[in-house]
């Protein structure tokens, strides 16, 4: 292995050493040193009486009249004359410039080359910016998200991006909106979303788990959907997601009792006539969308959110789309004379087809609450007159819901209809299992459903049986 030389300087010339001292040169000959009148355009070099350690001076230029001098440390290595600069003259003193030069002298003692530590320190040097520099991106992000990217916030962007695909109906989307406002957003709406954990979900989920089981199963949906859409944007790092059903914090709730199905109170249907009759009496749009929902069997917000172009008269059809049904597929509905000769006598002249039929006093459709209080004004009265009121068989005052049990009754007892098409008239599924269902799919049973609307309707309007006292003697003959 060849040995590394340091470069010594030659015997000093009047080019290569000025001041023709054969020492050591000080830093006074080093402020003296000034480049040659006729040194030409190239730099030269002064040795310093120091190994491998040069006093390099530029030729003078317009804005260095003197010319500039640097430090250089020259050397020879396998061969090859390399130099290394140890910086400028005279932000770098001679002093500086000769402790700089100890280092490099040491690496080539051992066989390592100056430049080629050089080169790898800088590199290091630069790889520790970089990773500082990201140590503080990454620190800042922390911060925005912190700050920015709480629950609350993410769970806004969820919503706006994916409420009006995921629900069709605007009741729906404030529900959604409504429950997290409530239950999630006090609990961790401030959080930031990264840092969601089990724990978080268990506090959210304890106060509602026992009581308000829907509610509680909604919002750990809700709140699932938020955090992975969180992942998805890069906003939460882990896929873990501790509302997920299944997770530990899910696990660690209470156990719940099983759920006793609570049915919605009915009218028997042999009272629907009754009730339809005392109904006409009822003025207000929670009156006539009762009328519709009664005749026609379809759900109560299908009645309140109804429009005129959902409606063909002509054709005898109402075709409801399927952003309003629960199903999420269209549902034509046959229209009964008597419904027929109700809508001719409540539609305005030229109705807009995004009219509503029963709009609130404020604008929009009428709510729940309107066609609720209609029938509880019908039991008030019936109270007043002493008359039985509007319940179930088990006394429990009907809601409007019911309407449609007391069809689907009738079309099991009176009507004897088949199954299928009274569940198709209630916009249900009609097959029993996947096998059946795949051998009646796209079929609405249209044909057998209008005679069975027909006899309901005329059913539900019939007029009271007369009835008429007999003479005495006439009732003597009778019997």
């Not at 992975?228 to 899910?250: K, M, Q, S």
């Not at 959110?305 to 046959?334: C, N, Q, Y």
């Not at 039929?357 to 009428?366: D, M, Q, T, V, Y």
């Not at 029993?432 to 609307?453: C, I, N, Q, W």
């Amino acid at each position: 292995m060849e040995e590394p030389q340091i470069t010594t300087p030659d015997p000093a010339t009047g080019r290569e050493r000025l001041g023709g001292s054969r020492g050591k040169m000080n830093d006074k000959q080093v402020k003296a040193a000034r480049y040659p009148q006729a040194g030409g355009k190239r730099p030269i070099r002064m040795g310093t009486g120091r190994p491998g350690l040069y006093l390099q001076i530029a030729p003078p230029t317009d804005d260095a009249t003197q010319g500039t001098k640097s430090w250089l440390f020259r050397f020879t290595l396998k061969g090859r004359s390399r130099e290394m600069g140890l910086g400028a003259y005279p932000e770098v003193s001679l002093g500086k410039a000769a402790d700089a030069a100890d280092a490099p002298r040491e690496l080539l003692k051992r066989g390592i080359d100056p430049l080629d530590a050089k080169r790898d320190a800088d590199q290091a040097r630069r790889a520790a910016r970089e990773a500082e520099a990201t140590a503080r991106e990454a620190e800042r992000a922390a911060r925005e998200n912190s700050t920015r990217n709480t629950f609350e916030h993410v769970a806004g962007l969820w919503f706006e991006e994916e409420a009006e695909a995921r629900w069709k109906t605007e009741r729906r989307r404030k529900q959604t909106w409504l429950t997290l406002k409530r239950h999630a957003f006090p609990q961790i709406g401030k959080r930031p979303v990264a840092d969601i954990g089990h724990a978080d979900i268990e506090a959210m989920l304890a106060p509602i788990w026992g009581t308000r089981r829907e509610t509680a199963d909604r919002l750990r949906w809700y709140v699932e959907k938020v955090l992975d859409y969180a992942h998805d944007h890069d906003l939460r790092p882990t896929e873990a997601n501790p509302a997920r059903r299944g997770e530990r914090a899910i696990r660690k709730q209470k156990r719940r009792e099983k759920r006793k199905v609570r049915h919605q109170p009915a009218l028997p249907y042999q009272r629907a006539p009754e009730f339809y009759r005392a109904l006409l009496l009822e003025e207000g749009a929670g009156a006539s969308a009762l009328r519709l929902q009664l005749l026609t069997a379809v759900r109560p917000s299908e009645a309140r959110e109804a429009r005129w172009g959902e409606f063909d008269l002509d054709a005898r059809r109402w075709t409801i789309p399927e952003s309003r049904t629960k199903m999420e597929v269209p549902h034509v509905v046959p229209l009964a004379d008597p419904v027929v000769a109700f809508l001719r006598s409540i539609r305005p002249e030229n109705p807009k087809a995004d009219d509503l039929l029963f709009r609130a006093p404020r604008g929009g459709a009428i709510s729940d609450m309107t066609m609720l209080a209609t029938i509880k004004r019908m039991n008030a009265r019936c109270e007043d007159e002493e008359r039985p009121a509007w319940t179930n068989d088990q006394g429990e005052r009907i809601v409007p819901h019911g309407f449609r049990s007391t069809f689907r009754v009738w079309c099991e007892e009176a009507a004897r209809a088949r199954r299928s098409v009274s569940e198709a008239a209630l916009a249900h599924r009609i097959a029993d299992s996947a096998v059946e269902g795949a051998y009646l799919r796209g079929t609405t049973l249209l044909t057998e459903r209008e005679p069975l609307m027909q006899r309901w309707a005329a059913f539900v309007t019939k007029a009271p049986a007369e009835v008429v006292q007999l003479h005495p003697a006439a009732e003597a003959r009778a019997s």
